[in-house]
Nanobody, 123 residues
Framework: VQLQASGGGLVQPGGSLKLSCETS????????IGWFRQAPGKEREGISCISGRDGSKYYADSVKGRFAVSRDSAKNTIYLQMNSLKPEDTAVYYC?????????????????WGQGTQVTVSS
C-alpha cells in the first residue's frame, strides 16, 4: 500500500495550488481518503475527506468554500484543489487512507499515510 502526495510549493496569498495523492496497492472504492495538514508547533489537522464508497465529501470550516477534493478512479489519484490561499494555510500536507470511514478528522482513524508535501503561502 502506498500513497504519495505531491504538488506543494510556494504561492502568493490569494493564489492556488492543486495537490495530488497517487495511491497503489489497494482499492479506492473501499477507502476514504483524507487530507491533513500540520504547521510547525501545531497538531495535525484534518481538512478534507472523500468517501470511497459513495463519494461524499467533507471539509473543515477553515477551508470550506476554498478547497475542493476530487477523485480520478482511473488514475487511482485524489486531488485537493486549493484556492484563495492564505498565509495560515502554510503547512505540510498529507493524504491518508481509512478503511473504516469513521471519524474523518481523526488521524488515528487512518490506516495508511503518505509522505507530506510542503505548501508555503507567502508574499
Amino acid at each position: 500500500v502506498q500513497l504519495q502526495a505531491s504538488g506543494g510549493g510556494l504561492v502568493q496569498p490569494g493564489g492556488s495550488l492543486k495537490l495530488s495523492c497517487e495511491t497503489s496497492g489497494f482499492t479506492l472504492d473501499y477507502y476514504a481518503i483524507g487530507w491533513f495538514r500540520q504547521a510547525p508547533g501545531k497538531e495535525r489537522e484534518g481538512i478534507s475527506c472523500i468517501s470511497g464508497r459513495d463519494g461524499s465529501k467533507y471539509y473543515a470550516d477553515s477551508v470550506k468554500g476554498r478547497f475542493a477534493v476530487s477523485r480520478d478512479s482511473a488514475k487511482n489519484t485524489i486531488y485537493l484543489q486549493m484556492n484563495s490561499l492564505k498565509p495560515e494555510d502554510t503547512a505540510v500536507y498529507y493524504c491518508a487512507a481509512d478503511y473504516g470511514e469513521t471519524r474523518w478528522t481523526l488521524p488515528r482513524a487512518y490506516d495508511f499515510w503518505g509522505q507530506g508535501t510542503q505548501v508555503t503561502v507567502s508574499s
